[in-house]
């Protein structure tokens, strides 16, 4: 329950009023979109779940959805993810969102329901309960943040960690014949008929967001019409647990990761 | 007049789900529970229900958490292995303070067992099966009619308390056939402004958890639970007596076991033991007090159970040492005969004499 006493731990959490500093000279051009919180995330700097969230957002205030959406966080790093979006959501445990999320959809299949979830809570512990919920096609948004690492428990391997990357528990870099191949989710999952859109993106330039945000828009309209799953795959960063700072860890993303993860659309519908 | 129905114990259970007004069934195929699953595919749609058949077990713990955090009355039934898959998702749900209905048709363990019945679960069922500081409240049904019951009593109690409550039957039970009658009812009107349906302007946002990061805050929900389970502690014991009024010795036996009770029972009181019973009938909360009062009575209890003696020790508990508390016990999906029962009872009693 959400209640007055119950506020983020560990980090501190200044209340920010947007501000902009000289109004008679400056134009405000982008504001945070009211459907968020206006507290400051705990997220690392540079790391792209504050951005995802913000975009996903965005998409529910443009498209005047707050009263009839439900998310779904995970755990990882966005657990808080409900401490941001100012919408009604559940938290859900370690990789089980698509069941929680399927959960709610069979009992209210108007509201926009999504999940949001890690690499390691989706393609790890709970790659079961996302391939059925897929495979059953419910009518969810799926916003899938690949950093290749577990960021949250401290940079350990992920299913999808680069061949070679190195982690805490891949210190030699993965071994893909001891672990296998970094799995591709997307195109894993967009073999399932339930499976409408699916579509791997990033949000390390300013294309690559905009392209993020028509994706994610794409998908809610999707959900609108009751066209099945829509999977959004993003390659995020985690300039943490990479040891690199954001500017590199965009380097990286660019250089090495869409090498495993091609960016763009993998299953898109026709003549919608 | 209400009808009288000759149903098995799983479809008793599955009908009153229904008339309960149970939104949404989710469930997984385990002997010997199948039954719940199946009944409530072919009916629950003709009342525009929802009943879906998960992935497993895990999935279908969480599937209950996501319709009981939308406020919606949610239910899942499992018997022991598939209810030790959900343990996790029980303890979720506890510490984000859901209602909803959990049925253990608990079969003989451990590890894939049998899926003859069993009482193995006990310890499970009410010390807290999953992690952390939690209780459910446990029913223990001792016929078909009880399991019919229970549905709405389970369902009531978990709305009112706003947590899980687990039925904990048998293999037996929910197979055999009995005669069943569905009482009218009326579902109480609870308040569900906590639900996740979707944030009005008017309201702040609503969002189910069970993460407190902070120790404090963690803390204060701990004991915030504690409170709770202290409430239903206080009201929400529930057993039936037999024969106690001038028992000087007392059956400690719950659903399954307690029939076989029953008729030992009678078998003892023919040969002139003057034996009682006592079935608890909600495990947690367990009736110690009853328990400790006719400790004062009896000159010795003996608690018989499907499994190798886990609820002796709550009623070790409860009688404190005052009385000697014997177990007997068949393990394995093996039942004891009355008879067995009543020569083992005959043996103590000698034994006690002698001592
Ligand atoms: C059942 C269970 N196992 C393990 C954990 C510990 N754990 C928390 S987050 C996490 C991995 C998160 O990684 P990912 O999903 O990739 O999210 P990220 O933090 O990278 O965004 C793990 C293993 C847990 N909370 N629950
Ligand atoms: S640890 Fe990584 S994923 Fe987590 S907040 Fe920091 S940068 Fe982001
Ligand atoms: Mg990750």
Redesign the interface.
Known sequence: MPTEEHVLPDTALDVIAPACHDEEEYEMVYHKPTTMVNVAMHYCPGCAHSLVHKLIMEVVEEMDIQENTIGIAPVGCSVFAYEYMDIDMQEAAHGRACAVATGIKKLMPDKYVFTYQGDGDLAAIGIAETLHAINRGENILIVFMNNAVYGMTSGQMAPTTLAGMHTTTSPDGRDVSYYGAPIKVSELMANLPGAFYVSRQAVNSANAVRRTKKALQNAFKYQQLHKGTCLIEIIGNCPSNWKMTPVEASKFIDEEMVKTFPLGDIKVPKGV | MTETKLMKGNEAMAEAAILAGC??Y?GYPITPQSEVLEYLAREMPKHNR?V?Q???E???I?????????G?R?MTSSSSPGISLMQ??IS?IAG??LPCLIVNVNRAGPGLGTIQPGQGDYFQSVKGGGHGDYKMIVLAPASVQEMADFVYLGFDLADKYRNPVLMLSDGAIGQMMEKVQFKPYTRPAVDKS?A??????TR???????????PE?ME?HNLKLEEKFKKIRENEVRFEEINTADAEYLFVAYGLSARICQKAMDIARDKGIKIGLLRPITLYPYPYKRLEELAAQVKMMLSVELNSGQMVEDVRLAVNGKVPVEFYGRMGGMMPTPEEIVHHLETLIQYHHAN
């Open positions: 939104d949404a989710f929802i879906m998960a992935e497993s895990v999935a279908s969480n599937m209950v958490y996501g319709a009981a955090g939308a919606f949610a996790e998702g979720y984000a303070e906590w996740t349906t979707g944030k009005p302007k702040n946002r609503n969002y189910i958890t069970s993460l407190f990061i902070q805050r204060q």
